[in-house]
């Protein structure tokens, strides 16, 4: 079940940095971790959907990388989204 309309809103309030803020690296990692958690779900009650497993891990490697362009550029920020994400 993708994201609704609703949770993606309260989703990109929670960590936008600014107003208009919808593309920030903060807010991208909050939806590609919402998305991946869902992918998850369908992929244990559907486990020969080879198709959508190979868009969780393209979807996890776009994390990864979102996480480490953060890491190197506003490392105080990354502690944080880690922290309400709970990821590590």
Known sequence: M?????EKQNLIKKYQIGKNDTGSPQVQIAL???????????LSKH???YHS???LLH???QRRRLI???ERTDKIS????KKNLKLE
């Open 32 to 42: 590609t971790t919402a998305r991946i958690k869902d992918l998850t779900e369908h």
């Open 47 to 49: 486990k020969k959907d």
């Open 78 to 81: 990354l502690k944080k989204v």
């Open 59 to 61: 979807i996890v490697g």
């Open 68 to 70: 480490q362009y953060l």
């Open 53 to 55: 497993r190979r868009g």
């Open 2 to 6: 993708a994201l609704t309309k609703e």
